[in-house]
């Protein structure tokens, strides 16, 4: 049967003058009749010639299996113009088993699809759209080439037995070509896509890409792509070529130059059929007038603007800045110690001071002894004069027997495993009041071989641990990189400036501060030993029992964990996400904790824990953090196993530090003398000694602490934080600000005094932390939710135009983080000329 053709011929002006190319109209005329004539040669019919199309006019009949439609339009594309045809198609059709077939020939490419359009999603759910628009690929006529007139064919087509209605519409794009500044508002459709081309000006090499909407949903992927034909506009194949990233409210694409030869690009905007990947809930039902329904809501008001990104000027000026402000902890440090120098030279001139207690400078012979009471149970202790070592004296002042005089043994079990200096511990450290000469009774080479063990050991697992870390977040640059999946890694994507094959240089270059000053404090730590090594081979008698024993293994591993913070981070910040959060934070836990340490070994020094142990304890944290974001969503039960080892945990250290780690349930006949020894235990200290504790100020400590942490595992119990990274590094920070606090107050009780020094790095940390604090709390992306959802906390760069709100957290945090080591390498400076039996323990 033989279809009707609707021809519809533009009639053209007559041109004014004569021109070397025909007019569009005439050579328009001129094909389509030959066309027409080969077809009839051939033995097509009617009904296989094209008919003249005119833009912008809805051409509306029937097809079937045996009538076929074709529509041929024509224009002229002049050099330096970019021409953009969009074709719109509509059928009333659902019969999925006879769609109609639309097919576009260009001169270098075909484009085909069905109406109706089907996309699938989740759980092979399918969304059929019955109208269709599609923006075809243009072609651009070169200068050398002059104006070029192009040809549009449109086949239309159906194998169905019967009529389908189709509809058919045609125009040419005002405003295919974004501008430079200049915001454009359009709407897009699953099943209708748009894309538009940008073209970069001479000046600027790299670009920002803003897109916003008004509605969250529906979820929706913004794309760049070369200039290739055919265009990836579809929801199965946006991904196929370019980068792109998905979104709800906003999105924010960095392009630069370099990554275009042809220095111009189209940018493609996808709307997907449902909002599953932008974390939006999947339609029950998506039948019938429900399946309608859907659709129907599926469009989505988009504004896209791209502006200039910073030049290349801004870059140096940001690293610069970076590393000049660092520098100048480095210039105060060397004033301080310059000043510190001057005032030491000048008490030497002068003489140096006595010491608090009035008697003047002693022998270091036997300084302790010299001025202990008869009868104290402290023990006297006896100096070597060929090492400076001291070694115990038995309760009658006598030395022990079978004891070395020759300190040149420096195994702790020569000195400490003895059942006679056990139970010298237990008479000791169960006195009510203990002053520091009763805690500081090993030998000193011993003591600081144990403490340098800290140093050793986290070099040994900072090695261990940035090896592969550098190595995972390399690749996943490299997956970035070479998939263009933007929704891989978690940036601030409104201020994320790109550096050689890094997506967030500003990121990375923001933790110099954590690596700077880690080896400044490194230096001033290393400083202070040099000085007191001299001083103990001077045998000078404020270094050998004078003020806090100097011991600076946790000090120098401290400065370590700081750099390793600043290393780790870098490489968090490299492509963040949820696979990679422990790096950012496994070396914050360790900082907190060797914080705590350190404060705990200053009145504590024989008795703080050993590095293997600590280490572990740090591990275990680590492996908790890690079950925690596994399972801590969703799981009650880890919950609840969590919150009974931190009350557990809690409970047991809290024993150790209340007895000075000598309490012990153990039974010399069974094991019931185990539980006699703990219900004697809780009648002794809570039933006959109820009313007043014997360590009343320990005990406030402990009550405080243990409300805290139950405080805490309530709290994680009830509410299940999601970020349970952040919420074990509060845990320890609160416990780490509670004892130092405790701290400084014992400290000030004692009538002892704050120096200048320590009280300006007290009020310097507090300000900065503050500071710090605000800046962490200011959000911007979140890995605990889906790209397109972490990207509505997205916000400009608030620094030189380079750096975000998390850059100067990590600037800020850095220089908190060297004044905390420095308030605790500082804080006893004052006791330096007070013997050690007149410095209490707390």
């Known amino acids: 049967m033989a279809g009707v053709v609707v021809v519809v011929v533009a009639a053209a002006a007559p041109a004014p003058a004569p021109a070397p190319v025909p007019a569009p109209g005439a050579l328009l005329c001129a094909l389509l009749w030959a066309a027409a004539a080969a ?36 224009y002229r594309s002049q050099p330096g113009q970019v021409d953009a045809v969009r074709v719109y198609v509509n059928s009333s059709s659902e019969n999925l088993q006879y769609p ?34 599609r923006t075809l690929c243009p072609s651009e006529p070169t200068p050398e080439t002059g104006s070029s007139d192009q040809i549009i064919f449109v086949d239309v087509a159906s194998m169905a037995p019967f009529n389908i209605a189709y509809e058919l519409l045609v125009t040419r794009l005002e405003n ?32 920002i890409i803003k897109v916003v909407s008004d509605a969250v949903y529906p979820c929706s992927v913004v794309s760049v792509q070369d200039i290739v034909c055919p265009v990836y506009d579809l929801d199965h194949n946006v991904e196929f070529n370019g980068v792109y990233q998905s979104m709800t409210k906003q999105a924010a694409i960095t392009v630069q130059r370099k990554d275009f030869p042809g220095e111009q690009f189209f940018v493609v905007f996808v709307i997907k059929p449902e909002d599953y990947a932008c974390g939006g809930s999947v339609p029950s039902s998506i039948h019938g007038s429900a399946n309608r329904t859907w659709n129907l809501q599926r469009t989505k008001n988009l504004q896209v603007t791209i502006v200039p990104s910073v030049k290349k000027s801004v870059y140096v000026q940001a690293m610069f800045f970076s590393f000049l402000s660092f520098l100048s902890f480095y210039l105060g440090s060397v004033v301080v110690a310059f000043v510190h120098y001057i005032r ?55 030395p022990r027997a079978g004891s070395d005089t020759d300190s040149s043994v420096e195994e702790e079990s020569d000195f400490d495993t003895m059942p006679e200096i056990e139970s010298d511990k237990n008479i000791i450290r169960t006195k009510v009041f203990l002053y520091l000469s009763d805690l500081s009774r090993k030998d000193r080479r011993i003591v600081s071989k144990k403490y340098k063990i800290y140093f050793w050991n986290i070099i040994t697992i900072a090695v261990f641990y940035a090896l592969p870390v550098i190595q995972l977040v390399i690749t996943y640059q490299t997956v970035v990189n070479v998939t263009g999946n933007q929704d891989i890694c978690y940036y601030n994507f409104l201020c994320a400036h790109p550096l050689g094959v890094l997506s967030a240089f500003n990121n990375i270059l923001s933790n110099v501060g954590h690596m700077l000053l880690g080896f400044l404090f490194l230096l001033i730590v290393l400083r202070r030993d040099i000085l007191h090594r001299r001083a103990m081979e001077m045998k000078d008698v404020y270094t050998l029992d004078y003020g806090i024993p100097k011991h600076f293994g946790l000090f120098y591993a401290m400065g370590i964990a700081l750099m390793m913070e600043g290393v780790l981070s870098a490489c968090y910040h490299v492509c963040p996400n949820y696979s990679n959060f422990q790096f950012d934070t496994s070396f914050m836990y360790m900082i907190a904790g060797l914080c705590m340490l350190k404060l705990y070994q200053t009145r504590h020094p024989d008795i703080n824990a050993s590095a293997y142990s600590a280490y572990a304890s740090f591990a275990v944290v680590i492996c908790l953090a890690v079950l925690g974001v596994v399972f801590g969503k969703n799981d009650i039960w880890f919950w609840v196993i969590f ?84 919420y074990i590094l509060g845990i320890f920070i609160c416990n780490l600000l509670l004892y130092l606090a405790f701290y400084i107050i014992m400290k000030l009780r004692s009538s002892e005094k704050l120096l200048p020094i320590p009280m ?36 400009p760069c608030i620094l030189l135009g380079f750096f975000d709100d998390h850059d100067v957290w990590h600037f800020l945090s850095a220089a908190a983080l060297f004044f905390s080591f420095l308030v605790l390498l500082t804080l006893d400076d004052d006791l330096d000329v007070v013997r050690r039996d007149k410095i209490p323990v707390f």
């Open 39 to 74: 077809a009839a040669a051939a033995g097509a019919g009617p009904e296989g010639s094209p008919a003249p199309g005119a833009f912008g006019r809805v051409y509306r009949g029937n097809v079937n299996i045996s009538a076929e439609r074709v529509y041929a339009f024509a």
């Open 344 to 398: 030491v030279q000048r008490k030497a001139s002068a003489g140096r001071l006595c010491p608090e207690d009035g008697s003047g400078i002693m022998t270091s012979s036997h300084p302790i002894t010299a001025s202990t009471p008869e009868g104290s149970s402290y023990g006297a202790i006896d100096e070597s004069s060929s090492s400076g070592g001291r070694q115990f004296s038995s309760p009658e002042g006598g």
């Open 176 to 207: 295919f070509q974004l501008e430079t500044n200049k915001a454009f508002n359009f709407t897009a459709s699953p099943s209708q896509p748009q894309y538009f081309l940008y073209r970069f000006p001479q000046d600027v090499d790299s670009v």
């Open 760 to 795: 300006f790095c007290i009020v310097a940390t507090a300000v900065v932390w503050a500071a710090a604090l605000y800046f962490f709390f200011q959000t911007l992306s979140s890995w605990e939710e889906t790209p397109a959802e972490s990207r509505e906390k997205n916000r």
């Open 100 to 133: 109609v077939l639309f097919v576009v020939r260009q001169q270098k490419g075909v484009l085909s699809w069905q109406v109706p359009l089907i996309f699938r999603g989740l759980y092979q759910r399918t969304y059929n759209y019955q109208e269709v628009s």
């Open 643 to 726: 919150s009974i080892i931190h009350v557990l945990a809690s409970l047991a250290l809290s024993t150790q530090i209340y007895y000075m780690g000598r309490f012990k349930i153990d039974g010399p006949d069974s094991d019931l003398g185990m539980f006699r020894r703990a219900v004697m235990v809780l009648y002794t200290d809570c039933i006959q000694r109820c009313s007043r504790p014997m360590y009343m100020d320990r005990m406030v400590l402990l009550i405080v602490g243990n409300l805290v942490n139950w405080s805490f595992a309530v709290f994680g119990l009830v509410y299940r934080p999601r970020d349970f990274a952040s």
